[in-house]
């Protein structure tokens, strides 16, 4: 396989993954810990810091699936890690 067929290989299995290129609503968080669109990023279509919430649900194509390399969750909000971050 060439490099343009291989390039060609992926474009296909991606082309009808159905979320690449979806957009997601976001509703903001009111509570403490939770993201608040903040100007001048502060619409719920604007493509920024809330970027393709639903990309983890796409069909993956360089690891076996979305959840292979998990992170930890996010500190509690209470917590003295929070606080020093």
């Given at each position: 396989m060439n490099f343009n067929s291989a390039a060609w290989a992926v474009l296909q299995s991606k082309a009808n993954d159905g979320i690449a290129d979806a957009?997601?609503?976001v509703t903001?968080?009111?509570?403490?810990?939770?993201?608040g669109f903040t100007a001048p990023f502060d619409g719920p279509t604007f493509i920024g810091f809330c970027d393709s919430p639903g990309w983890g649900e796409i069909k993956t194509f360089g690891i076996q699936n979305s959840t292979q390399f998990s992170v930890r969750p996010p500190y509690n909000i209470n917590s003295p890690e929070y606080a020093r971050d």
């Open positions: 957009l997601f609503p903001p968080g009111t509570l403490p810990g939770q993201y």
